[in-house]
DNA sequence: ACCTGAACACCGTTCAAGT
DNA sequence: ACCTGAACACCGTTCAAGT
């Protein structure tokens, strides 16, 4: 007898959520049709069931982001750190970190203010980060720091992407800015996307700058 | 005649309502009680005056928020780039922007997306700090992906500040995460708050790589 | 244990009606 | 021109009732 025979039958059919089939909806819907229209509602209606059934398994929207956010971090490679010198190593796992979040801009609010505990993926990232800057000979006062700076600069390199192309448009003030507008249209000449050019070019520096100081 | 008796005596009373209210009122709202409880509805009421009053004046509460950053964007301090050397103007520069975004992060993804044409103010600050890139002797086409890279890593600091003070507590995974554990143990020891170490740490580094690129 | 359906307490926004 | 009041089209979430 099968499920769908055994549900016309009358008997309770098993229970047919769970986080993984939950998450893997979530995910789904979310690559198709972006974070602005991820409903609870529509969710459920994907899976099925009732909005309300959602809340047998988990407790909130923001802990289903949570779960999209430890699914999501499987994508991050840190694999160079096994391969590559420090420096190669953390321009790769850094840019490889940003273009996944580039996706999943909302999530970004939701870990921000996540404890790591609550992240198996995001504490084992971490791990394999501090490992690297410790073997590297990085005081240990300064790795965590240095994890941070370069998180944050990942999550607003992430933001930007969102920016629309012409967001330095200065057209209606060029005399007011002489500066600013050349600035931009010479960016423009010399590069296509100005979004991956300033991440790249600040990485560069800031892993450089990171390095540097040595105790 | 007052304003409140010719209400009482029915004549229609003049405008109360207009944009430097409505965004005084708004930024009051927003630093007593933060942007989770900030609603049209509250705003509205507030103003004594009904919520489908306020769109007689403002498109969207998004057009709102636009308002707001417009106005926050004043604190920001731009004079040290008349009086100090380049590295020490972007340290101080940056510092300030990014306090002044601590206290209203829920503004950063409205104004990452946000034209720059659109806020005068955003406009003139890149104009000064553009100039004075240019001044410094900084190539024309790096100046926009120095001025990004800085906003990306401003931005993604001012949201770390959320962040809970124990969100590295590792207690339950101490012994998968040997050497992040003791990373998080050793910044303890020799800093009062994490977010604000790793901001100073990762702006010196970053300020100090961007301007070693010279052409 | 797990699901449905109805309901709650909100949102932002629109619009006809008034002055 | 500007405001009110009612309504619309949603949200996330709760909860009694069913199996």
Redesign the interface.
């Known amino acids: 007898m099968s499920e769908t025979e055994a549900r016309r039958a009358g008997r309770p059919r098993k229970a047919v959520l769970n986080r993984e089939r939950i998450t893997e909806h979530a995910l789904e819907l979310v690559s198709d049709d972006g974070y602005e229209s991820f409903t609870m509602q529509r969710l459920a209606k994907s899976l099925g069931v009732s909005p309300s059934a959602l809340y047998n398994h988990v407790d909130s929207k923001n802990d289903l982001l949570q779960w999209i956010q430890e699914l999501v971090m499987a994508d991050i490679d840190t694999s160079v750190f096994d391969e590559a010198d420090i420096k190669e190593a953390l321009l790769q796992w850094a840019t490889s970190y940003r273009n996944v979040f580039a996706r999943h ?1 909302p999530l ?2 939701v870990i ?6 609550d992240s ?1 993926r995001t ?2 990232m ?2 394999r980060v ?2 690297a ?2 073997d590297y000979g990085m ?19 992430a ?2 992407t ?3 192309h ?8 060029q005399d ?5 507008t ?3 249209a ?2 423009r ?3 296509l996307n ?2 991956d ?3 790249q ?10 390095l ?2 040595r105790s």
Do not use: C, W
């Open positions: 801009i970004i609010p921000a203010v996540l404890p790591v505990s198996p504490l084992g971490y791990e501090a490992e800057l410790s005081a240990e006062s300064e790795v965590v720091p240095t994890i941070v700076a370069l998180e944050s600069f990942i999550f607003g390199s933001m930007d969102a920016a629309p012409d967001i330095f448009d200065t057209r209606n003030h007011l800015t002489p500066h600013f050349q600035a931009v010479a960016q000449r010399s590069k100005t979004s050019d300033s991440f070019h600040g990485l560069s520096a800031l892993v450089t700058g990171l540097a100081i």
